[in-house]
């Protein structure tokens, strides 16, 4: 069994907490004063043994002006280092208990969270790593086409939504052209490499791959080609279909945390280089799966048996929301970890992960405690900022959480976090105008 070492007990003095700059703040006089205490200890103790000395010398020739001027001078030192070490020390208690409350009682020191992952959770990662990532394959890619046979409602629906829209306007937007200059790129949006995965589906057209929609089907449900003569086979009972699609590649609705990663992979931005000297935004602002995905992008028609368009469960949604923040969670980690200045990338991805915090210690509140939330509270608090390698650890870690809250909970029992879901009226209903 692996141990995942997420806090470092060094990283006293490193770290970054949970409110940066305030943390930064108290982190900065903590070092400060430690240092001065130390000075001013060391002073002490010379002038101390130099006092002792010379008070030996004094005992020694009693009428010697030079040793009465030495016991004068040492004393009088002794008393004022003594006095400056007492007032550091104190302000030194101070700052470190500031840092502890504004750090969520945790400056590093405390117990390190338990991070060992069992055999099936190792396994269970790996899994996941191979249907992460985001390159569709293009060789597999069958395109909205062959969606649209059985699943035209879906269709229309995507059809308004800026996924299908981009690739009709993006490579015309002044903002979408000073980016790639500011890149110093040339040529094609659609044909390039820095822009397509998030932006556009390609195909293979003629033995050449080709930007053939926008964000479309395949995006979000993968490359269908292996999978989609499985889904809907009804020869098979829909048990053993769906684990049998999913092998093939199928992110499939059912699994809450596998089409909910899929929106943070785009929606968050990871690539610091494009934010930073390409002036991309850094993510979705305020991206909520539950928002984002209830309002102009949901099209469930197949539990709405063709004719409506379904609404998801409040169970539902409440097991979205909770995954959605924990994945928010997950990818500003991600992020920081791949930042390697400091700079607007760097500076979103730590307000982003704080946000993504509180909104979590808040929906753990409210749930009266969920014991996958409850672990990934205490891994952020003791989370070292600086270490890339503890980082990308403890977004596995979020990733295996997640990933088993999804799992053990259908959101019967979370009917206490109704109050903290997004309002139906703050779901995304329109495009935002782009420029
Ligand atoms: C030949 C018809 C057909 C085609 C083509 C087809 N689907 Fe389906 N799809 C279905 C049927 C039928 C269901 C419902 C299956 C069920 O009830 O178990 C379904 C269900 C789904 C689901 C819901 C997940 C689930 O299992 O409940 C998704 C997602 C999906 N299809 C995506 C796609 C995508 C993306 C494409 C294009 C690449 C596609 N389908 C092409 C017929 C089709
Ligand atoms: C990691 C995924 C990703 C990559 C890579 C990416 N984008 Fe985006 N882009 C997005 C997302 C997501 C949005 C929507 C942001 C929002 O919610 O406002 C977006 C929005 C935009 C916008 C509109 C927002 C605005 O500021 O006006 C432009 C323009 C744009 N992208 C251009 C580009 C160009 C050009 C490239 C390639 C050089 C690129 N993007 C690469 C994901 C990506
Ligand atoms: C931006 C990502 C995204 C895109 C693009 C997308 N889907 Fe989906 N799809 C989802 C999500 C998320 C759900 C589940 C929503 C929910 O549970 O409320 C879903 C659900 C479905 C379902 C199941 C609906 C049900 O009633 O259970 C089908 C079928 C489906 N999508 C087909 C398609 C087809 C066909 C397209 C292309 C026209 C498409 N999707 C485009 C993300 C996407
Ligand atoms: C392959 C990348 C990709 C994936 C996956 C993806 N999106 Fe997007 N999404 C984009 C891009 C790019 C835009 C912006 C398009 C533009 O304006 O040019 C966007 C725009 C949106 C918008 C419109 C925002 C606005 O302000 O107009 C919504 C809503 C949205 N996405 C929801 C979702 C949800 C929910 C999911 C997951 C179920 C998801 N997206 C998955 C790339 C993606």
Not at 336 to 358: C, E, H, P, Q, W
Not at 387 to 408: G, P, S, V
Request: aromatic fraction near 8%; charge should be positive; glycine fraction near 6%.
């Amino acid at each position: 069994m692996k141990h995942l070492s997420i806090i470092s007990l060094i990283s006293f003095f490193a770290m970054i907490s949970l409110q940066a700059d305030e943390a930064a703040k108290w982190q900065g006089y903590v070092t400060q004063y430690t240092k001065l205490s130390a000075k001013y200890q060391k002073a002490l103790g010379t002038a101390q043994v130099r006092l002792k000395k010379s008070k030996a010398q004094l005992a020694k020739n009693p009428s010697s002006a030079k040793w009465q001027g030495y016991v004068k001078k040492y004393s009088s030192l002794t008393k004022k280092y003594q006095k400056a070490l007492s007032t550091a020390q104190t302000r030194l208690n101070k700052a470190k208990a500031k840092l502890a409350s504004v750090s969520g009682g945790n400056t590093g020191g405390g117990k390190p969270v338990n991070t060992n992952l069992s055999a099936e959770e190792l396994a269970m990662l790996k899994d996941i790593k191979t249907q992460k990532s985001l390159k569709l394959d293009h060789t597999k890619v069958l395109t909205v086409n062959k969606c649209a046979d059985c699943h035209k409602r879906e269709v229309q629906v995507w059809k308004k939504t800026p996924h299908s829209l981009t690739f009709k306007d993006l490579h015309k937007r002044k903002r979408a052209k000073q980016i790639q200059k500011n890149l110093g790129m040339s040529g094609s949006i659609k044909r390039n490499d820095l822009c397509y995965n998030c932006h556009y589906t390609r195909d293979e057209v003629r033995g050449k791959p080709k930007v053939i929609s926008g964000v479309s089907c395949e995006s979000c449900h993968g490359a269908s080609q292996d999978w989609v003569e499985i889904h809907n086979d009804k020869t098979i009972p829909r048990a053993q279909r769906i684990p049998k699609a999913m092998a093939k590649g199928m992110n499939n609705t059912d699994d809450v945390y596998l089409i909910a990663q899929n929106c943070y992979q785009c929606h968050s931005i990871p690539n610091e280089n494009l934010v930073n000297v390409g002036g991309h935004k850094a993510g979705s602002d305020a991206f909520e799966i539950v928002r984002w995905s209830q309002g102009m992008v949901r099209h469930n028609f197949v539990r709405g048996n063709n004719t409506a368009n379904f609404k998801s469960t409040p169970e539902r949604l409440r097991v979205m929301f909770v995954a959605g923040a924990m994945l928010d969670l997950e990818y500003s980690l991600r992020g920081i970890a791949l930042a390697t200045k400091k700079g607007r990338y760097f500076d979103s991805m730590m307000k982003r992960s704080n946000v993504a915090f509180k909104r979590l210690m808040a929906v753990n509140k409210k749930s009266g405690g969920v014991s996958e939330i409850q672990e990934l509270l205490t891994l952020f608090k003791g989370l070292n900022f600086n270490n890339k390698k503890d980082l990308a650890q403890a977004a596995d870690f979020i990733t295996i959480k997640a990933r088993k809250f999804t799992k053990n909970h259908d959101g019967s029992k979370l009917s206490s976090l109704d109050g903290v879901l997004p309002p139906e009226k703050s779901y995304k209903w329109k495009p935002t105008p782009r420029k």
